[in-house]
T-cell receptor
Framework: GENVEQHPSTLSVQEGDSAVIKCTYS??????FPWYKQELGKRPQLIID?????GEKKDQRIAVTLNKTAKHFSLHITETQPEDSAVYFC???????????FGKGTRLHILP | EAQVTQNPRYLITVTGKKLTVTCSQN?????MSWYRQDPGLGLRQIYY???????DKGDVPEGYKVSRKEKRNFPLILESPSPNQTSLYFC?????????????FGPGTRLTVL
């Protein structure tokens, strides 16, 4: 069945440095790729998303890149801050009203 | 205030005792979904619904039922709960056809099945 692999499972970066989280997906018909942030004890929240007709999208310190040929997409966080510490999930689906497959998550630690 | 609500927030029950977790949204969203979150496994979709009376299986539907009789409500039913259904459950909703695909999550329901 469809699968989304997410790496790494844990990531520690120095405050101010960049963090990169990578995901690969198996369903070539996937068309929509959201990223969610979940702080400890809180609900997941969408931080950025990208559709397959776009190769890159940026929102302030956060960017997502998509390589449809390789079935690979990544989250980039620049100038990391303590409030970026959280678990991040990638996901993939064919359409916004379709089944969604999530990666297993990456726990990001921002070190002082 | 636009929101997704779930009840109960915490529930401890015993094997085999039927239970329902309610989910309601006040944003007139067409798409609603249920997830379970387990350590090391991330979020896994149980069921989703594209609109009233339209539901479909997600990745892990076994042991669960849903219904969508009204647009705002999407209850999750466990007819005969088992200990492996102990988990944190999230309901979510999305506006289809809007300018954004943001999926709004409820606060979560922590279920323990003894």
């Amino acid at each position: 069945g469809e699968n989304v692999e997410q790496h790494p499972s844990t990531l520690s970066v120095q405050e101010g440095d960049s963090a990169v989280i990578k995901c690969t997906y198996s369903d070539s018909a996937s068309n929509y790729f959201p990223w969610y942030k979940q702080e400890l004890g809180k609900r997941p929240q969408l931080i950025i998303d990208i559709r397959s007709n776009v190769g890159e999208k940026k929102d302030q310190r956060i960017a997502v890149t998509l390589n449809k040929t390789a079935k690979h997409f990544s989250l980039h966080i620049t100038e990391t801050q303590p409030e970026d510490s959280a678990v991040y999930f990638c996901a993939a689906s064919r359409n916004r009203d379709d089944k969604i497959i999530f990666g297993k998550g990456t726990r990001l630690h921002i070190l002082p | 205030e636009a929101q997704v609500t779930q009840n109960p927030r915490y529930l401890i029950t015993v094997t085999g005792k039927k239970l329902t977790v309610t989910c309601s949204q006040n944003m007139n969203h067409e798409y609603m979904s249920w997830y379970r979150q387990d350590p090391g496994l991330g979020l896994r979709q149980i069921y989703y619904s594209m609109n009233v009376e339209v539901t479909d299986k997600g990745d892990v539907p076994e042991g669960y039922k849903v219904s969508r009789k009204e647009k705002r409500n999407f209850p999750l039913i466990l007819e005969s709960p088992s200990p492996n259904q102990t988990s944190l459950y999230f309901c979510a909703s999305t506006l289809l056809g809007g300018s954004t695909d943001t999926q709004y999550f409820g606060p979560g329901t922590r279920l323990t099945v003894l």
